[in-house]
């Protein structure tokens, strides 16, 4: 399974922001430090201020943080909102589907992979390994 640029790029903008819980950051200075579209990444943004995992504040001075506590976005709800389709083989469309073996392993499958993700948080993810904002390309806050 493979997940999308757009889970990518919504799980990059969780962890920078929840390195950085105090403060709003820009759309501009999260694209700047990954190296990656801002264009993209507003549409990232707006879907996960829109779900209630980020709070935007316009204007001058303005920018996002995360809607709540990093212990209270698990990961598995984040993946099941920005994955649109988890088939991982077009069963739907094949002919011996009714009558073959391999659609109820792959569910099985499916359903052990989002379970390891329900169980953690994106604090969990934070704890892991060390600070990684020294990795990133360096930026200033606007």
Not at 42 to 66: C, E, F, H, Q, T
Request: with cysteine; aromatic share 6%.
């Amino acid at each position: 399974m493979r997940l999308t640029r757009y889970t990518d790029y919504a799980m990059r903008v969780l962890l920078y922001l929840g390195r950085q819980p105090d403060r709003l950051c820009s759309i501009a200075e999260i694209a700047r430090a990954y190296g990656i579209s801002q264009n993209h990444l507003m549409k990232v943004i707006n879907d996960l201020v829109n779900a209630g995992y980020l709070a935007s504040v316009r204007g001058r001075g303005g920018g996002v943080r995360l809607a709540r506590p990093a212990e209270q976005i698990n990961v598995g709800a984040l993946i099941r909102h920005t994955e649109d389709d988890f088939d991982l083989v077009g069963c739907g469309s094949c002919i011996i589907a009714p009558a073959c073996g391999l659609t109820s392993v792959l569910n099985e499958a499916l359903a052990g992979f989002l379970a390891v993700l329900d169980r953690h948080t994106l604090a969990d993810v934070l704890a892991r390994q060390g600070d990684f904002l020294p990795l990133l390309h360096p930026v200033r806050p606007d």
